[in-house]
């Protein structure tokens, strides 16, 4: 019959079976899945490891790292790596394997090794940058237009970070005055959220893209620990395809993330970003002096060389002008000798000529006033005989008017037998104006007639 155990007798042996197989501590490879510290100061977490094909996970452990050992070891990881012991981080451990009948398998982890995590790190930058560069887009952000006067400015930083202060402070009070619009995005800075929430950022940026210049990304002190967030492909991808020029003032100098690699610009600080964005204007500005002293250099110059060329003519045109002058004088006195000689002449010539013209308009004007004084001796006859023409032709013209109208008279028809016949007052030219029953008044030689109409017979 085959033997029976309890649960506790088989967990006992399973707990026998592995200290023989695991006497000492082992390392192991694996990933931070899940991390928790609890209030007395133990660590515990959730180690995997996952697929390279399709990062599913494959295997999967519960790990402690008690208070005291945890105490010293985290900030000499985080120390020598430069990051913070978190979730992603890929590590490597030494374990003691633990089975406890109550609680199942896990491992008491009793040291990191940095070095090897710092090999992942540096792997995984390595294989970031690499795929940016085979797809093409690297140094997108760097080849777009830094504008030649820069001073609408979107930043994302935390609000509360000392690094934001120091920008604005510097950008603000600028030793040469120079006004810039800055407007802050929020974001978080560190931890798990900060690359969705900086991305995040970058997204409220875009629907103003046609208002700001430059884009500044700051964060501005902190510990090397604090910039895993800055070294992720997914804001790397939306930092080179970003239509604005990128400033990273991260404000770490020892490390450059894979943010300040892509960035369209890398500065040291956030003062250094504020520096860089008043430099520019600046040098606009001394270009625009320069160009504006060179110019008025080359004006000055130009007005010069002619007021010179000038006072050369001056000093030859003078004298022509006064020779030219005396020149003309002479022809002037001369035409006006030639001119009063000429008009002398011609009035005695045509003196006699006018004497002789009027003689004869005379003699022309006295006859036409003879001639005329003998037709207005007849027109007072020939008026006469015009008016009495016109007199008997109007009368002959009045008699065939009468005779007509005469003629035309209603009662001279009547008289010859013929009627008229009225309907409400208004003489009937037309049978079809008339209604049966309608009151109708006939006019006749001697009177008037009253009927009324009974029948209407039409012609056919």
């Keep these: 019959m085959q033997q029976k155990y309890s649960l506790f007798q088989l967990n006992s042996m399973i707990k026998k079976a592995m200290t023989n197989a695991f006497p000492a501590t082992i390392k192991v490879v694996a990933e931070i899945a899940e991390m928790n510290t609890n209030r007395t100061g133990h660590c515990y977490l959730t180690l995997v490891e996952k697929s390279e094909t399709d990062d599913s996970v494959k295997a999967q452990a519960r790990a402690t790292i008690w208070a ?10 985080e120390t020598t790596t430069g990051r913070r012991l978190e979730k992603g981080l890929k590590i490597l451990v030494s374990v003691e394997v633990v089975f406890h009948e109550a609680y199942g398998f896990s491992l008491n982890i009793k040291d990191i090794d940095p070095s090897f995590t710092l090999g992942d790190i540096e792997r995984r930058r390595r ?11 690297m140094n997108m952000n760097k080849d777009v237009q830094m504008p030649f006067h820069p001073k609408k400015i979107a ?29 802050l995005f929020p974001a978080i800075m560190q931890g798990e959220k900060a690359t969705e929430s900086i991305i995040q950022a970058f997204d409220r940026i875009y629907a103003y893209e046609d208002f700001f210049d430059v884009v500044v990304l700051i964060r501005g002190g902190g510990s090397t620990t604090d910039l895993s967030c800055f070294d992720t492909y997914e804001l790397a991808l939306n930092i080179t395809q970003f239509p ?3 400033i990273a003032g991260i404000g770490h100098e020892r490390d450059m993330t894979i943010a300040d690699t892509v960035a369209h610009t890398r500065v040291k600080t956030p003062t250094a970003a504020a520096s860089f964005i008043i430099n520019k ?20 110059d130009v007005i010069y060389i002619n007021n010179e060329e000038i006072k050369h003519l001056s000093e030859v045109f003078v004298p022509k002008v006064k020779t030219h002058l005396r020149q003309e004088l002479g022809r002037q006195n001369l035409l006006k000798s030639k001119v009063k000689a000429y008009t002398h002449s011609y009035l005695r010539e045509h003196t006699n000529k006018s004497k002789h013209l009027t003689d004869n308009i005379d003699k022309s004007v006295r006859y036409k006033i003879s001639r005329s004084l003998d037709k207005l001796v007849n027109y007072p006859d020939r008026i006469k005989r015009n008016i009495q023409f016109v007199i008997s032709n109007g009368k002959r013209e009045l008699e065939n008017y009468q005779t007509i109208i005469t003629l035309s008279d209603p009662h001279n028809l009547l008289k010859k037998g013929y009627s008229l016949t009225y309907a409400d007052g208004v003489l009937v030219k037309d049978i079809g104006s008339i209604k049966i029953g309608q009151e109708i008044i006939t006019k006749s030689n001697g009177g008037e007639i009253s009927s009324t109409v009974t029948e209407i017979i039409k012609n056919k």
């Design 155 to 183: 930043v994302i930083s935390s609000p509360t970070a000392a690094g934001y202060g120091d920008f604005v402070n510097q950008l603000e009070n600028n030793p040469s005055g120079f006004y810039f619009v800055h407007k």
């Design 127 to 137: 294989e970031i940058l690499r795929k940016l560069e085979n797809e093409g887009i």
């Design 244 to 246: 604005l020029p990128v």
């Design 281 to 300: 204007v600046s040098e606009i500005e001394t270009f625009v002096i320069d160009r504006e002293t060179r110019f008025l250099e080359g004006v000055n």
């Design 68 to 77: 005291g050992i945890f105490r010293m070891i985290k900030p000499y990881f």
